[in-house]
């Protein structure tokens, strides 16, 4: 097996992130600027602030990654960078980074689907026997994946709407809660020990699909008929009711994993064959769905991974993983590559 030491780039959204990647040794470092800061006071990405923001932290994130990692730039053998799904004008900034990098220090280049790189991500620290289930769930995506190796995977079953990881934004907005949504519902929650209060409608039982826009609105209009939000001013009603925001919460924290746990039993049944579950992404670091999840797995007599919370949202860690694999198979880029 040849050695890489791969540099791997991800501006697919609001992460600027970079990665060193040595086959045979993993992760050599992993750096990255979140821009949450910068978008927060809009309650969400503003994609022309993310991309101006990329432009100004590519050049020193991908500096920090290769000091941190204690090599330099002539050391890397392949540049991967992300290429799809994701803000266009996001991908470009470290699409024509890697490119430049990749065209003056005469560097092979690997293109790597973020998804791919969520899947894969709970193998960055563990050993995870294939075929497995993979739950993906983010701000962007929710999909349910049957794996059975690097590079070969099944989509089982996807959001028909909004993401989960919505899901928990636009609730939290709904109440002026703050942003990103997922870790203040899950803190809210916990206060009032994760019980569900409200009883939120599950979905359709019969397929893996999944559909988050419609919880959003049952939300909302159970607000609404306690009094709590006016649909025309658009106005939360009650920002003093602290009991009520936990209890909005704690039934929306429990209402999607029973879900998620809901959609892994279907594909369970679809796929026997599968040895593991491995729950990835942003709203992978909710502490309570991980437990429900591994609880689940093990009465299922089924392994259960997710990755530490670094690698669960937008990393390049994962990236170079993926693009490990890509190398070793010889599935480089030309220097057209280009955003998909
Ligand atoms: O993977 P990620 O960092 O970026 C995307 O690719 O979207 O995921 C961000 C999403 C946001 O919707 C955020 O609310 C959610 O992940 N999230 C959580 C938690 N931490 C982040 N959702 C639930 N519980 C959390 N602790
Ligand atoms: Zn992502």
Redesign the pocket.
Known sequence: MSEHLILAIET????TAAAVFKSGSGVLSSVLFSQIELHRAFGGVVPEIASRSHLEKIGPIVQEALTTAGVSLDDITDIAITTKPGLPGSLLVGLAFGKALAFAAHKRLVGVD?LEG?IFSSCLENKVPFPHLCLA?????TSLYCVHDFGAYKTVGHTLDD????A??KV?KLMDLGY????I??KLAHEVGNKDFFNYPRGSKSSCNMSFSGLKTAVLYDLVEKGAYNMNSKTFLKPADAVLKQHVASSL?VCIADIFKQKLALALELFPQTQAITFV???A???F?RNQLAAWSTKNKRAFFSPSPKY???NAAMIALVAQYKAQQGQYASLDLDIL
């Not at 769930?137 to 995506?141: I, L, R, T, W």
């Not at 993401?163 to 919505?166: F, K, P, S, T």
């Not at 990103?180 to 870790?183: H, Q, R, V």
């Open positions: 697919s959204c609001d992460e973020h969520h769930a983010s701000g962007g995506h993401a989960a990881g919505e928990f934004d939290a990103p949504g997922g870790p519902i899950e924290l992404g942003g709203v670091c909710n502490q769905i669960c949202g937008d």
